[in-house]
Nanobody
């Protein structure tokens, strides 16, 4: 299974971005999904997680600003990011089962 992440880019503080993660095989369409990020000089950290049953978990730093979702029919996962802050700058990775996307860079200017 290959995961293709997209949607990163440069945005001003307070702006929004939506990251997408498409899978190459439909067998994982309903699997749990997580988004991680790795900020410069830091370890990769969990940002948000969505279980098979729809239970969500968010890192404290993004609660109320980010929303994780999944479209089983499109076999795509999303991370809606609002009210972005400079400290959200990182490479964002999607994770499904044991598979990782290639990462997409989010840069937030102050």
């Amino acid at each position: 299974v290959q995961l293709q992440a997209s949607g990163g880019g440069l945005v001003q503080a307070g702006g929004s971005l939506t990251l997408s993660c498409a899978a190459s095989e439909s067998t994982v369409s309903s699997y749990a999904v997580a988004w991680y990020h790795r900020a410069p000089g830091k370890l990769r950290e969990l940002v948000a997680r969505l279980s098979v049953t729809g239970v969500t978990h968010y890192a404290n730093s993004v609660k109320g600003r980010f929303t994780i979702s999944r479209d089983n029919a499109q076999n795509t996962r999303y991370l809606q990011m609002n009210s972005l802050k400079p400290e959200d700058k990182a490479v964002y990775y999607c994770h499904v089962c044991s598979y990782w996307g290639q990462g997409t860079l989010v840069t937030v200017s102050s």
